[in-house]
Structure formats: structure tokens, C-alpha cells
């Protein structure tokens, strides 16, 4: 049998990235050796590596047996339970002062995404995913997250972080899936993935995500009522180009228009 | 003598819009008229309506012979001082949920923005300048606004809020710029002017703004130590293409590439 770890402990891991990130946002980058590529003593590279060293001595301590992959750290274990880690998605966010940067603190059981966490502590928020569903808190008050169904493509809202980095040909379908959309928005990183579940966006495209950017979402989206799927097909947790939608529907209406 | 109003005045204006505003965020568009174009029962258009007039009022009550051009009610009054509002200013963002959205509360002195406001309730962010300086305050914590010195293009960060809507010839500066950088970062809106302001971004580059979507931000940004102008030249008060700049130098560095 499969153990589910309480919502408890995603919160409890939630709560030890934070101290690890919030701290190290909208530090001086002036005072660090100055913009060097690769340079390992910026505040975002701290803040990444501290917090996923944290969350790996938190796991480990509690359950010994589950493997853990983190952007930083690689994957250590193996088995049935799999713990995926993002400790700052949203680094370009997090270097430029913006609060759509978030803790990713994803759980796979037998490779399917089921459990996972979005934190941001300077908004103090929390949008999760346990074995009850998919839940949002914010200074005490907590409310089940779900997505919006919008119906038609043209009342849609889609967002990609940013327009560079797309391959060709999903450039030409994304540009044609703008078109034919109500409104397009930039810049949202994970944040913008949680407002999907949370119902305020219908669809986000992204042309290249690792696991760590997207496992951790996954359970969030789809326990919201969304979906989320690889572009050129099947499930989403190796990462990829990836679709998320807040409606079945609305995911095979947009997927047409990107892929014609 | 010209009357430069207290910055406690600009907080109990922020006051007065926050009260429209923040209450207005994430509400559910599910149970509006769905997504008309033009349809004023919309939250954010709600909000942006009820903040205007509230702050209007207010502005009429204590200033009564001062000019105010407002994003909703347009122009009223005339003279030396002129009051530049806009309510929600990153209407998209509002839309989408993500709290990068500000009220923007302006003033100009004979033709010259000489305070602003950019308030964010939901971080419970304040930016604004005054007689005194630009400043930061959140959660009763306040620190002067300072603009950084990167020094080279290359290791700036450029902001502009969307890839669309640039005229075609702007957008190919645009992309040169954008390859002569460090980062490229989109979607923050005023909020992205604000971090620059702080000293997090070091270019922003805006195709088409209005009025109402710059002159608050004018005094912020100056007195922090960056510029604001207008990419074909002169003072940015009326609008149009505007880049903003951490420093002078930086500024003429950029628009040689801009404009090459």
C-alpha cells in the first residue's frame, strides 16, 4: 500500500523553503560579486540551494525510503515515492523583486504527480495538493481551489512566462492559440499555474519545463478541476512542452489550434 | 508659490483607492456577465470606476482648485496643479489574479510630475515620492527608493510588460536591446517600474502609454535616482514611448541601441 503524507508535512516542508527564500528576496544584489554567470553567491542561487538542502534533510529524516529530485541536488533514492523539488521556480521573478516566484514541492507515487505545493512567502500564500483535493490558504483563512470553465477559446486567458525560447513551430501554434483567445498574458511563472487552478486563468502553455518546474502543480491543477499534459502527448511529469487547461474541453480546443 | 500637499494626503488617497480596489481582486468573474467587451459591471472595471470617483472626491474636498485627468472621467478643472489618476493600473494582471497590478495617484506642477503614489494592497506595498524623496513602506516599515548603477548594458535587466504592440520599428530596437542585455523580463506592469525604482530592474521599455500610466511613476523613479523619457525625445509627461532608466548613462546606452 502507498502511503499519503499528511497535508501537515507539505506545509511543514512550505515552512522551512521559506525561511530559506523570503530572507534572501530583494536582497542587495549591488553588495554580490557583481552579475557573474554561474557565479554560485548571488541571493537566488543561496536562496535555491539552502532551501533544497533543507527540504532534502527534512525528507530524508521523515521518510528515509522516498527517493528526491531537486534542480539543484539531482536525484538521490529510488522506489515507489518519489519527492520533486523546486526550491525558487521563478528565478527570473525572484532577481527582479516580483512575487510570482514560488516554492515547488512536488510528490509522485509509482511516477503519477499526487501531492503537491506552491508556497509564496512574501504574499504568504499556499496553494497545495494532498489526498483531499486542492486547497489555497492565506493568513489563516484556507478555501478548495477550482478552475473556472469559460466554454469558448475566445473568453480564454492564456499566459506563457515568456515569449523567447520557443521552438519554431510552437511558436507559429502559440501565436495562432493568442489569436484566438480573449486576452495573453506574460510573466507568470508558477504563480500564473496556481491562478489557473485557482481559476483566473484558462490556459497556460509553456514551451519547455524540467519535472521540478511542473510535478508539483500537476496534483494542484488537476485536483482544481484542470488539466495539465504534455503538448506532443501523454502525461506531464517528465516535463517537456507542456499544456495546462482548466477544462478537459478546453485543453483539446487549444491543442487543435497549436497543433493545425 | 506652488502647494506641494503632504505625502500624508497621497496615503489617505491610496487609502481611499485601496478600499475600492482590493476587495474588487480575485472576486468571481464566473458570476459576472460573462467577458463582455465594454461591459462595465466587470470587478476590475467596478474597481477602477469606484476608485476614481473616491478619489476624486477626496482631491475636489481638500483641493478644490485643482485640475484632475483621470483614466475613467478624463479631465476636469484647470491650473497649475493637475492630479493624474489611474485607478488599476495592469488591468490584465488585475484580470489574471497576479498582484503586480498598482493604483497610480500623480501630480504635476505646471506641466511637470513632481509626486506620486503606486500603491498594491494586496502586498500592502506603497511607492511614492514626494517634496522629500521617493520611498518604500510595508508593513510600517519605510526605506527610501533607490535606483541602481550596474554600469555596462550587459549586465542590466530590461523589463517591457507585453511583446505586443510594438510599432514594427520599436520592436526591432526592442529585440537588439533585448539581445544586448542581461534579462529580458516580462509582464510586471507598474510594478516593474517600482522595482526598478528599488534598484531590481534597470531598463524598462513601454511602447504606447498614456498619461495616467506614467506621470505617477515619474517622481518615483527620478527621485530614486533613475529617468524617465520619452524614446523619441523630451519630457514623458504626455505619454507615448517611454523607457525608464536606473541611471542617465544607462538610459543614453540603451536608446543608442534602441534607436540605432
Known amino acids: 500500500m502507498m502511503t499519503w503524507p499528511p497535508a501537515a508535512f507539505l506545509h511543514h516542508l512550505a515552512d522551512i523553503a521559506d525561511r530559506e527564500t523570503l530572507p534572501r528576496f530583494r536582497t542587495d544584489l549591488k553588495i554580490e560579486t557583481k552579475f557573474k554567470e554561474g557565479c554560485s553567491f548571488d541571493p537566488v542561487t543561496a536562496a535555491d540551494y539552502e532551501a533544497e538542502i533543507a527540504i532534502h534533510a527534512a525528507i530524508a529524516a521523515a521518510f528515509p525510503d522516498h527517493a528526491i529530485l531537486g534542480e ?29 516566484w514560488g516554492t515547488l514541492i512536488g510528490l509522485m507515487l509509482e511516477g503519477r504527480a499526487r501531492m503537491g505545493m506552491m508556497s509564496q512567502p512574501f504574499t504568504g500564500e499556499r496553494f497545495w495538493a494532498d489526498a483531499d483535493g486542492a486547497f489555497y490558504e492565506r493568513a489563516g483563512h484556507r478555501h478548495p481551489l477550482a478552475t473556472r470553465d469559460v466554454g469558448a477559446l475566445s473568453h480564454a486567458i492564456l499566459h506563457t512566462t515568456s515569449p523567447e525560447h520557443f521552438p519554431e513551430d510552437l511558436k507559429r501554434g502559440f501565436d495562432r492559440l493568442a489569436g484566438a483567445v480573449r486576452m495573453t498574458r506574460y510573466g507568470g511563472e508558477c504563480y500564473a499555474m496556481a491562478m489557473l487552478a485557482a481559476g483566473h486563468i484558462d490556459l497556460a502553455v509553456e514551451p519547455s519545463l524540467q519535472p521540478y518546474d511542473i510535478v508539483a502543480l500537476i496534483p494542484i491543477i488537476e485536483k482544481a478541476g484542470g488539466v495539465v499534459r504534455r503538448i506532443d502527448g501523454g502525461r506531464p511529469e517528465e516535463g517537456g512542452p507542456i499544456i495546462a487547461a482548466a477544462t478537459a474541453d478546453l485543453c483539446d480546443r487549444a491543442l487543435r489550434v497549436l497543433l493545425a
Open 72 to 100: 539543484e541536488m539531482g536525484l538521490t533514492g529510488g522506489g515507489s515515492h518519489c519527492w520533486v523539488l523546486d526550491p525558487v521556480d521563478g528565478t527570473r521573478p525572484f532577481i527582479c523583486g516580483l512575487p510570482v
